[in-house]
């Protein structure tokens, strides 16, 4: 397969205010809508599935378990000054989960979209 896009599906709770948000304040694009069921939007070459609760991706399971949003799996963007984007987003009344941390590859925050899937919010460290 030849496609360089990376597809993540996320289990969202309402499919129209998640592509408002991920439009609005992370600079995604919508690609297709079937509202409420399912949306997908995209920013570079990463694909974002939203799938509402009667979408294909949001039907239950053989075992009778139900697709739901959160959880710890996450994507991250990379920002070259992630201070700047944290106090962007703050001032918009984006939720994080966490204070920005600093360790020995960078530094990175968790964002919550509304369905409280996260997204890590990362910009790298200095290489030596």
Same mark, same amino acid.
């Given at each position: 397969?030849?496609?360089?896009?990376?597809?993540?599906?996320?289990?969202?709770n309402d499919v129209e205010e998640s592509v408002a948000w991920y439009t609005?304040?992370?600079?995604?694009?919508l690609l297709s809508s079937a509202a409420p069921a399912f949306a997908d939007v995209k920013r570079g070459l990463l694909r974002v599935l939203?799938? &509402?609760?009667? +979408? +294909?991706?949001?039907?239950?399971m053989a075992d009778g378990e139900q697709p739901v949003p959160g959880g710890w799996n996450r994507f991250q963007l990379v920002y070259d000054d992630l201070a700047a984007e944290v106090q962007r987003m703050? #001032? #918009?009344?984006? +939720?994080?989960?966490?204070?920005?941390?600093?360790?020995?590859? &960078? #530094?990175?925050?968790?964002?919550?979209?509304? +369905? &409280?899937?996260?997204?890590?919010?990362?910009?790298? &460290? #200095?290489?030596?």
């Open positions: 397969m030849s496609d360089a896009t990376v597809h993540v599906r996320y289990m969202v609005r304040h992370l600079g995604f694009t939203l799938s &509402g609760k009667t +979408s +294909s991706g949001g039907r239950p703050r #001032a #918009a009344g984006l +939720s994080f989960r966490n204070d920005i941390v600093h360790g020995p590859g &960078g #530094a990175q925050i968790l964002l919550k979209d509304p +369905s &409280g899937n996260l997204i890590e919010l990362f910009q790298p &460290g #200095a290489r030596r």
